[in-house]
């Protein structure tokens, strides 16, 4: 036969605010881990994607654009680069590249069209394509680092 003990709850619920203290940090870091993975991410596609967009002015590779929840995060520059314009927010939901010409989804979707100073058709999609095991590893990363402090393996 059991006997029943009275634990005052004083006693069995000591630290409980603290844990519950500790996940919520975590949550927050977890939440924070992964807009700036999602940022990292959107850089990657958006830098990689620049270089393969076709050039002729530069304007269309200038034009590719990053947002986070739908606020302007980093711009192209015409002769090549993205630039960040601000911090990343404490949380994002998603994400977008884009690019910002009056051709840029005819120069996309043509496959026919002749690119002879460099570049490509599917210029976006095909970063997507190539890549998606390593823009995956770009989110996850970010929330590694945030929650862990790093140790994830490149």
């Known amino acids: 036969m059991g006997k029943r003990i009275d634990i005052p709850p004083e006693e069995y619920l000591r630290g409980l605010d603290d844990v519950v203290e500790q996940l919520q ?15 990292d991410a959107l850089m990657y596609v ?8 076709p050039i002729d002015t ?10 986070l929840d739908g606020q302007a995060y980093a711009e192209g520059e015409k002769g090549g ?3 960040v314009l601000g911090t990343v927010p404490e949380t ?9 010409t009056p ?9 026919y069209y002749d690119h002879p100073r460099e570049g ?9 394509v190539d890549e998606s095991e390593r823009i995956l590893q770009a989110i996850a990363g970010g ?4 929650v862990f402090g790093g140790g994830a393996d490149d």
């Open 25 to 39: 940090a975590c949550v927050d870091n977890m939440e924070h881990g992964s807009a700036k993975g999602l940022a």
């Open 46 to 53: 958006a830098e990689e994607s620049q270089q393969r967009a």
């Open 143 to 146: 929330i590694i680092e945030e």
């Open 58 to 67: 530069g304007d269309l590779r200038g034009s590719v654009r990053v947002e």
């Open 81 to 83: 680069g993205v630039n």
């Open 92 to 100: 994002a939901e998603k994400g977008s590249v884009s690019f910002n």
């Open 103 to 111: 051709y840029a989804a005819d120069q996309h979707e043509q496959i």
């Open 120 to 128: 490509r058709s599917k210029y976006l999609e095909s970063v997507l």
